[in-house]
């Protein structure tokens, strides 16, 4: 019998005639003949409410303790789902991170997936029940309780589809499928009916918040076809599956912000080999994910300026370990810019097109938006600029690609 998952998120479990619409449409899925798993989320706004009360008790909560509370959300949604799902008359089973055997590693608040045991769930659902499976958390092999980053429930789905040889996870969420952009920020922005893996991991990294960049990299990994949808709605959403020839016809898929980002630079460290490895050993030691690198050499090359992008908040922690370096590598300042944003576009068809990049400065020209800084891999060009700029930005590229619906 083919197994499907189905992740509902925040919103589509916010209330309880919302966890009722999700029972239904995993019931229906059963009585067609799946095998169903559910992920949820913690209900609407939870986990920001949880977080803020943390802030309240603490201005530095322990990661460790942080996890421990954020996971209740979840433990609230995935026992209320099993409870509707009873109340229509179906069986069904519910289940925290750990108790289906999702190992992490020990990164608090940014756990990455280990090893998933898809065995107790394939026993219950050969036992005929509807299985569920709270989102974002796992557990360490010592047993501790971590979660996977914000949104991770995505991941925790993906991964788990894979694991178990589901035919499609079904990521049910506030909008109808993938858009061109963030339809809150650009409202003639454009659903995409398909994208490829690659697209889609880097739009979601690039600050696409629709889905959790590692849920992607498990799609890809294990060809797990993944289907984003309204949970409000019969109307097929965006299909997420392995590139295909025709896909490279589009040049631009989607344009992309990433507000939540700050730029950190060591200035005057002197232009010698080594001095990149140290610092950077210092940031990978304390789990900061860094963005782009930025470097410029300049004395003559004798001192160079070595920076990084990354979140607000690991800029904060960064700027305090760069702080600490001073005492083994002469850095003569540390500068951290938190007013910046990033907007990309991003599209496998740059691979074939040539003129893309000068099709995008020269519309950021036109729209007299300073470029800061520029980085580019086979699939996406991104320029950080002033956060005041971004959002023009945003609809100044969206608009020169020929995205705004109508089109
Ligand atoms: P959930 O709680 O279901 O996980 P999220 O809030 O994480 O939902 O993701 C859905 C939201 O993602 C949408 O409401 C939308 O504003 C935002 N979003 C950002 N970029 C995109 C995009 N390219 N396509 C669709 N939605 C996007
Ligand atoms: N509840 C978690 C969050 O708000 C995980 C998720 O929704 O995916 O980030
Ligand atoms: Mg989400």
Known sequence: MSIIVQKFGGTSVATAEKIHRAARRAIKAKLAGKQVVMVVSAMGHTTDELLALAKEVSPNPPKRELDMLLTTGEQVSISLMAMAIHAAGHEAISFTGGQVGMVTDAAHTKARIRSIDGSRIRRHLDEGKIVIVAGFQGVTPDGAITTLGRGGSDTTAVALAAAIGAEVCEIYTDVDGVYTTDPRIVPQARKVTQISYDEMLEL????????????????????????????????????????????????????????????????????????????????????????????????????????????????????????????????????????????????????????????????????????????TSEIVISVIVDLKDAEIALRTLHTAFGLDNGE
Do not use: W
């Open 204 to 375: 979601a990294s690039l600050g696409a918040g629709v889905m959790h960049s590692r849920s992607i990299e498990f799609g890809k990994k294990y060809n797990v076809p993944i289907h984003v949808r309204s949970a409000l709605t019969d109307t097929e959403g965006t299909m997420i599956v392995a590139e295909t020839k025709g896909m490279e016809d589009i040049v631009v898929r989607g344009v992309t912000l990433k507000r939540d980002l700050a730029t950190v630079v060591l200035q005057g460290v002197p232009n010698q080999p080594g001095m990149a490895s140290k610092i950077f050993a210092q940031i990978a030691k304390h789990n900061i994910v860094v963005d782009d690198i930025i470097q410029n050499i300049y004395s003559q090359g004798a001192e160079a300026n070595i920076g990084f992008s990354t979140t607000t908040d690991d800029a904060k922690e960064a700027a305090v370990i760069c702080r600490e370096l001073t005492k083994e590598v002469p850095i003569k300042a540390i500068e951290v810019d938190d007013k910046v944003a990033k907007v990309s576009i991003v599209g496998i068809g740059m691979k074939t097109h040539t003129g893309v990049a000068a099709k995008m400065f020269n519309a950021l020209s036109e729209a007299k938006i300073n470029i800061k800084h520029i980085s």
